[in-house]
């Protein structure tokens, strides 16, 4: 991937930043915030997109997936959506862990 996240340091990007850090058209950029849903920048009155660095990170993802791993947009959403349900499986799997481990904590000093 890329590595923009390092780099961000304003609160808010405009189209035209964006576009040349990923060295693509503003077109693009609007193109993909059409086609996926969790890349929702914020708009001004006037209509124009500001980007955070959190839209910026979604974006980078789907830059990787569909320009460097080649995904198609179709299995580039489907490959979001996996990762988000992995990202929730660990984290439940965590709480579970960490429950144990209290647990396992209560014995011992119970002992």
Same mark, same amino acid.
């Given at each position: ?41 914020? &708009?001004?009155? $006037?209509? +124009? ?8 990170? @979604?974006? /980078?993802? %789907? ?10 947009? &179709?299995?580039? $959403?489907? +490959? ?8 929730? @499986?660990? /984290?439940? %799997? ?18």
């Amino acid at each position: 991937m890329i590595g923009i996240k390092k780099e961000l340091t304003k609160r808010y990007y405009g189209i035209g930043e964006v576009a040349d850090m990923f060295n693509v058209s503003k077109s693009l950029v609007r193109f993909w915030e059409q086609e996926f849903p969790s890349l929702k920048p914020h &708009k001004t009155r $006037k209509g +124009e997109r500001l980007f955070t660095p959190k839209n910026i990170g @979604q974006f /980078e993802l %789907i830059y990787h997936l569909v320009k460097e791993r080649g995904f198609t947009l &179709k299995g580039a $959403k489907k +490959e979001i959506k996996a990762r988000k349900q992995r990202l929730k @499986q660990k /984290e439940k %799997i965590l709480k579970k862990l960490q429950k144990v481990k209290h647990g396992l904590e209560d014995l011992r000093v119970a002992v």
